[in-house]
């Protein structure tokens, strides 16, 4: 027991002291999860409402195909990029593997199925009767995409949470196609493990402090918005 309260104190003595290692990994965890929510944001919102509101033969089984990716495990994901990245892959060409980019792509697939199933959803829970008055008033396909965004803007922005939650607490992706490369790929997820793996308990329990913080701010903040989003 005085063996664990003392990793904690040191844990803690490094979250004050601002430890260079616990920023840096922060830092680009923070970074490649904003990017590649923001690319799954922008790809993922307009499909979703786009399938939410139109109706077709095989919607259904599309839906079911999304609500399946979301299960999908990240080392599946890393290891399918693992392959098409590396040298004598289909996108070896690109040199992205071990680059912060390469995390970025991984997290991007794995955001994008999320972002899209919520956003779906979202835009059928909007009220018929608001697309309806739009094309009743004369409004085009954009127009009417633009108010049902605007009438569940709640919940498209909390599909954008979930998404940056899904990302930011991964590990899997990012180890495999970042390398885990101290000062240059290395997020706050590997660095638990590898500090951990290491006997470095007290850095890694500080990483891990700051996931816990990050990772409880999102989810907050997903609950608030729901709850806005609520009829």
Request: charged residues 15%.
């Amino acid at each position: 027991m005085r063996w664990t309260l003392e990793q904690f104190a040191e844990a803690l003595r490094l979250l004050g002291s601002l430890d260079r290692q616990v920023l840096g990994a922060l830092a680009l965890s923070l970074g490649v999860a904003t990017l590649s929510t923001v690319l799954a944001t922008a790809a993922g919102l307009p499909i979703g409402i786009a399938v939410g509101l139109a109706r077709f033969r095989g919607k259904r089984l599309l839906t079911t195909v999304l609500h399946t990716l979301l299960a999908l495990p990240t080392v599946l994901i890393g290891l399918v990029l693992y392959t098409a990245l590396s040298s004598r892959g289909l996108l070896g060409s690109w040199r992205l593997l071990y680059t912060p980019a390469a995390i970025v792509l991984g997290q991007f697939v794995l955001a994008l199925p999320l972002v899209t199933a919520l956003a779906l959803a979202a835009a059928e829970g909007v009220d018929p009767r608001v697309r309806l008055t739009a094309l009743t008033l004369g409004a085009g396909r954009w127009k009417v995409a633009r108010t049902i965004l605007a009438e569940g803007r709640g919940a498209f922005l909390a599909a954008v949470v979930a998404g940056f939650g899904r990302v930011f607490g991964e590990v899997g992706i990012s180890m495999m196609l970042g390398g885990n490369i101290r000062g240059y790929t290395r997020t706050v997820t590997t660095a638990v493990a590898l500090e951990t793996a290491r006997g470095e308990v007290p850095l890694g329990i500080a990483l891990g402090l700051v996931l816990m913080a990050v990772a409880l701010a999102v989810n907050l903040l997903f609950l608030h918005l729901r709850r806005r989003a609520a009829p």
